[in-house]
């Protein structure tokens, strides 16, 4: 799988499905190739965009970038928007949890996107990692090992 398509096809998506998203993609040159299933990493790129265009905040920025670092892919998914408290950091990747107690389901998320994301990730032998400043905004980086045998034919980051 092509992450830094597969990162340019969510965009698209995503920001025709939240008009208030404002997305910026950065790929390397070429593609950044891992082992896995398209559809689920699909699904975690677009719920990791998903969850900045709802709660970065109406002014923010998004930016969803594909690199290669060593022997991984690195998707980063960084907003300069709310951001999260040291707690709801800790607490994001738990089944049910929202970071904002005032959301209820009827306006929307059940609070699994980023369990679902994590759980994609482990099930691809990466590494999820989020970190996040109230009021600066959330960086959530996913790392997953690049496909066997082209390691070193893989773009470096520009």
């Given at each position: 799988v092509d992450l830094g398509a597969l990162a340019r096809d969510v965009a698209v998506d995503s920001t025709a499905s939240h008009d208030e998203l404002t997305l910026d993609v950065v790929a390397g040159r070429g593609p950044v190739v891992v082992s896995g299933d398209e559809d689920l990493l699909r699904q975690?790129?677009?719920?990791?965009?998903?969850?900045?265009?709802?709660?970065?905040?109406?002014?923010a920025t998004t930016t969803l970038t594909v690199i290669t670092t060593g022997a991984h892919a690195r998707v980063e998914v960084r907003d300069d928007g709310a951001g999260m408290s040291a707690d709801a950091v800790s607490r994001a990747t738990e089944r049910f949890y929202r970071a904002d107690p005032s959301r209820s389901r009827a306006q929307g998320g059940s609070g699994l996107g980023l369990a679902i994301v994590a759980d994609i990730v482990a099930a691809h032998d990466?590494?999820?990692?989020?970190?996040?400043?109230p009021d600066v905004g959330t960086i959530v980086s996913m790392e997953i090992p690049l496909a066997v045998g082209l390691e070193d034919s893989?773009?470096?980051?520009?």
């Open positions: 975690a790129l677009a719920n990791l965009v998903s969850n900045a265009a709802v709660h970065a905040g109406p002014n990466g590494d999820l990692s989020i970190e996040s400043t893989q773009p470096t980051p520009s």
